[in-house]
C-alpha cells in the first residue's frame, strides 16, 4: 500500500481566474493573483491500495459521492497516467475552517490532494511541477502550493501553465482578509459551470479578458510598491468585471445575494469613513474584505454593528503546502 498526506491552505484570487482554454487540462484564459489565506486548510492522506474495485473520498468523515468525488476521481485518474498504476485509492480529507459555513474550498482540497498524492506515489516533484498537477485537479489548486502572493501565469499548455510566488518582502503579513458569511436559499452554480457558460455565452466575456491583464498588472506594482490602496481598488474592481460576466451568459445567473449587496455596500460605507477596505467576491455570496492586520479590531467592532460575530471570520497570510 502507497501512502501519503499533505495539508494546503486555501487562497483567495485579488485577480479572479475565470474562464478555461483547455478544459480537459485545465489551462486558463486570463491568468490570476492570489493570496494564500491561513485560517482554511485542507488535509488529506491518500491510500493507493490493491484491494480496492473503486476509489473511495471520505470528507470530513463522511463518504462522499456527487459532484465533489467525480471531480476528485477524475484527478486521481490524471495521476495514475502519470504514474502508470491502475491502483485505486482512498482519500480521507479534512477541512478544516472555523465554522462549516459553506467555505469548503476545492482550491486547498485538490492542492492536499496533489500533495499527498506526491508524496505516496515518490513523484518527487518540484514546487512548479506540484502545482501544474494540482492544476489539473481544479485551476485556483495551483496558486495554493505556495504561501502568501501567488500569480497562475496562463502557459498555453500543460508544460507552462502553472502557478508561482510573487515575494513582496513580508508585506503580506501586514494584511487580513475578514469573510462575512452570507446566507443564502439560491441553488449553487459551480465555479466550473458558472465560468463555461459565461466563456460560452457571455458578450461581456472579452471586456473581461481585455480587463483582466490591466488588472494584473497594476496589482503586481501595488505589490512591489506596497500600495495598499492600488491593491485594494483593483481587486475590487476585478471582482466587479468577473462577476459582471455573469449577468450576461444565457441563461444569465449571478453569485450574489441580497445580503452580499448589503455586505459590499457596508465594505464602502467603512471606506468613506477613513478604514482601508476593499472586497472581492467569489463563486458564491460571501463577501471577503481586504484590509490591514492592524484595522481588522476596529473593523470587526464595527462590522458586529451589523453582521453576528459568528459570521465573521479573520484570516491573514498562510503558508504553503506542507507534505508529511
Ligand atoms: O479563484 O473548474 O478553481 O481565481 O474562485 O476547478 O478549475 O474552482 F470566483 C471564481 C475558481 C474560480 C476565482 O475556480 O475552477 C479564482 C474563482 P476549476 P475553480
Redesign the pocket.
Known sequence: MLQGKARAYT???L????G?KDEDL?IPMNS?L?LTLDAFYSETQVTFDPQLTEDIFYLDGNLETGKSSE?TSQFLDKIRQIANIKTFAKIESQNCVPTAAGLAS??SG?AALAGACNAALELNLSEKDLSRLARK?????C?SIFGGFAEWVKGDSDENSFAESIAADGWEDELAMIFILINDQAKDV???D??RRTVLTSPFYQGWLTAVTEDLATTKTAIATKDFTLLGATAEANALK?HATTLGANPPFT?WSPDSLFAMNQVRQLRQQGYDCYFT???GPNVKILTKKSQVPALLQELNKVFAKEKLITAQAGPGIQIF
Open positions: 487562497n483567495i484570487a485577480i479572479k481566474y475565470w478555461k485545465i490570476s492570489s471531480k476545492s482550491a485538490l485537479g481544479s485551476g485556483s489548486a496558486r459551480s465555479s466550473r458558472g465560468m468577473m453569485y467576491m467569489d463563486a
